[in-house]
């Protein structure tokens, strides 16, 4: 009996530290199945079609990404890669990732897609999701879509809702020998003009928890290897 409570003492604990996608639907729910692992690259050990009914339809233009975050901060990437049976994540929604404070809900109302990726109407692909927190260890999930030009829009709107204390910076990230900051609800690159302000429910990443800067050095010296290398 009291192994068994142990046990299901550890299981929350471990739940607690997971996230999982919200909107569109993701692959499979990683955190019921003791088949997956969210520590597990590129998809939580979640085959593609293990729902048969989960690819969302997503605008060509881009759109919604709602997120359930359980650590108290955590830095987000976000990619995306074409194809039925996605191996290959070669596109970033995010080139500067997130640095997200708050454990609940985040929604983003619309994302953009990266220059040159134009798909077509009906094309699949996968959405990966990436976060590392505080131990450094990346946890994956995926979300599979059809890409549509028309007849779906956003999820916005009263759907699309932050929960109030969770938020977001976007950190900007340099490769030519300069450093990086984040804070007050805005990310200013150090020796450069430009400022990234963000849209936010609640207080700002940087200003409510600060970076991590130990922990934000290593994360900016392995973003490339999360957004490209690893997809290779």
């Known amino acids: 009996m009291l192994r068994s409570l142990l046990s299901l003492v550890a299981m929350a604990g ?55 975050l359980h650590h108290p901060w955590t830095y987000v990437f976000v990619n995306v890669g074409l194809g039925e049976n996605v191996t290959n994540f070669n596109y970033s929604l995010t080139p500067s990732f997130w640095n997200e404070t708050g454990s609940g809900t985040l929604c983003i109302p619309h994302l953009d897609l990266p220059a040159g990726l134009e798909p077509a109407d009906g094309q699949h692909a996968t959405i990966q999701v990436v976060t590392l927190g505080e131990s450094g260890t990346a946890l994956y999930n995926c979300a599979d879509i059809t890409f549509r030009k028309s007849g779906v829009s956003n999820f916005g709107g009263g759907n699309c809702t932050t929960s109030a204390g969770v938020s977001y910076s976007v950190v900007n990230q340099e490769t030519n020998g300069t450093t990086t900051s984040s804070g007050g609800g805005s990310s200013t690159t150090s020796g450069s003009a430009s400022t990234t302000t963000t849209a936010t429910t609640g207080t700002s990443a940087g200003a409510s928890k600060g970076v991590n800067m130990t922990v934000l050095t290593s994360v900016v010296a392995l973003a490339v290897a999360f957004m490209y290398g690893m997809s290779a």
């Open 14 to 68: 471990l739940a607690a530290a997971h996230f999982s996608i919200e909107y569109p639907t993701w692959r499979a729910d990683s955190l019921e199945n003791s088949n997956y692992s969210q520590y597990v690259f590129p998809c939580a050990n979640v085959p593609q079609g293990a729902w048969s009914d989960n690819r969302t339809d997503w605008p060509t233009t881009g759109g919604s990404l709602s997120l359930d």
